[in-house]
């Protein structure tokens, strides 16, 4: 944890951070495969229900993840975003995803609660149904749960595409300040060259 009496930011995220960090993106990894196979073995068997109940299961740790992460960041100071207009766009995604992670958390416990079900953790414990929602549609609420699902999948492709370019092209520290135990992750000069000669050949090719 950051020395809450120096006034200077990190320069890396420190341990919490990083097994937070990790952690929800395995799990909404696994919970949206979850979510869109669970017909793989047909409808209405053993396997779809174990997928459902486990893709409602690890749903909710990944809400109780975010809820530790913002509580982290409230009281935690993380490493500065770049100047300028690429600083402006990394924050304004990293708020975008956690928007799109509780939205997505709390449409799925409301798609749950519209049909009166309680949601069980793994059989450990179940959130019941706390409100009636039988005035909403459940084939809006879904699609508006997996709208938000799709939102996090795409803005997390785009926000890993420039984690991997400030690695490989900008050759920064950005990538390596989320990387546990400060490994040193390896740089190819080979996939920096061939990212250099396609801008070079992009630059060229554009009348500008
Ligand atoms: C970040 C976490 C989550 C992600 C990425 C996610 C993603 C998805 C996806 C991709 C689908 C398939 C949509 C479709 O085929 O129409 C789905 C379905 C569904 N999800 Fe989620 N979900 C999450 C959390 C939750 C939670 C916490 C709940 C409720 C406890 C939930 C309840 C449902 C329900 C009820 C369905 C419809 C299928 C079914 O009845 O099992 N989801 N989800
Ligand atoms: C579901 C997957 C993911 C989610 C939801 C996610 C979300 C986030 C969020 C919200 C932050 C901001 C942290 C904060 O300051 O509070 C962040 C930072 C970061 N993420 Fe991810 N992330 C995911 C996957 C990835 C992947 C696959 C990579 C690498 C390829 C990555 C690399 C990074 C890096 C390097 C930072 C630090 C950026 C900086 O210091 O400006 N993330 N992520």
């Known amino acids: 944890m950051s020395d809450p009496r120096s006034t200077a930011a990190p320069a ?4 919490p951070a990083i097994v937070f960090h990790w952690l929800t993106a395995i799990l909404i990894g696994a919970v949206y495969v979850l979510g869109q196979l669970r017909f793989v073995g047909g409808r209405g ?25 913002l509580v982290w960041r409230a009281t935690n100071k993380a490493p500065e ?6 600083g402006l766009a990394a924050y304004a995604g990293h708020i975008v995803l956690y928007v799109l992670m509780i939205a997505t958390v709390a449409l799925g416990i409301l798609v749950q609660w519209r049909g009166g079900h309680a ?10 149904a706390l409100i009636n929602l039988s ?22 492709g785009l926000h890993a595409a420039a984690a991997l370019l400030h690695h490989y092209v900008l ?12 490994l040193q992750l390896p740089r190819s000069r080979r996939v920096t060259q ?4 396609a801008r070079r050949m992009l630059r060229d090719a554009l009348p500008l």
Do not use: C, K
């Open 45 to 69: 068997g053993a396997l779809m229900h174990w997928m459902e109940s486990t893709h409602y299961a690890l749903g909710l740790a990944v809400g109780a993840v975010v809820v530790l992460r």
């Open 81 to 86: 975003h770049e100047q300028g207009l690429v």
């Open 119 to 128: 949601i069980s953790f793994f059989g450990l414990f179940q959130v019941p």
């Open 12 to 15: 890396r995220y420190d341990a």
């Open 135 to 156: 005035f909403l549609s459940r084939h809006t609420l879904l699609s508006m749960h997996e709208f938000a699902a799709n939102g996090i999948v795409i803005v997390v």
């Open 194 to 197: 061939w990212v250099e000669q």
């Open 171 to 182: 050759r920064d520290e950005i990538l390596h300040r989320m990387i546990p135990f400060n």
